[in-house]
């Protein structure tokens, strides 16, 4: 990982406890949680996060990519 970001004492807490919850170290839970987050996000928002984007290295794996609604997600 390139970046590891700081949580707050509240952010880190809150992560902790949905890392017991999950049974799952809280890096794993991390990873997941944004994974999720980013799948369920409306296409009209994932397409905004797509198109800010400044790495196309990985866009069949993205999961703000939603080739099914787009041919060419850098044009919106």
Same mark, same amino acid.
């Given at each position: 990982?390139?970046? @590891?970001?700081? +949580?707050?004492?509240?952010?880190?807490? /809150?992560? !902790?406890? =949905?890392?017991?919850?999950?049974?799952?170290?809280? @890096?794993?839970? +991390?990873?997941?949680?944004v994974e999720k /987050?980013? !799948?369920? =996000?409306?296409?009209?928002?994932?397409?905004?996060?797509?198109?800010?984007?400044?790495?196309?290295?990985?866009?069949?794996?993205?999961?703000?990519?939603?080739?099914?609604?787009?041919?060419?997600?850098?044009?919106?």
């Amino acid at each position: 990982m390139a970046y @590891t970001p700081e +949580l707050s004492q509240s952010g880190s807490a /809150t992560l !902790r406890r =949905l890392a017991w919850f999950y049974g799952k170290p809280m @890096t794993h839970s +991390l990873e997941m949680l944004v994974e999720k /987050t980013a !799948r369920q =996000l409306p296409p009209n928002a994932a397409m905004q996060v797509c198109s800010k984007c400044k790495d196309n290295s990985i866009c069949g794996n993205c999961p703000f990519y939603r080739q099914e609604e787009t041919v060419n997600p850098k044009h919106w």
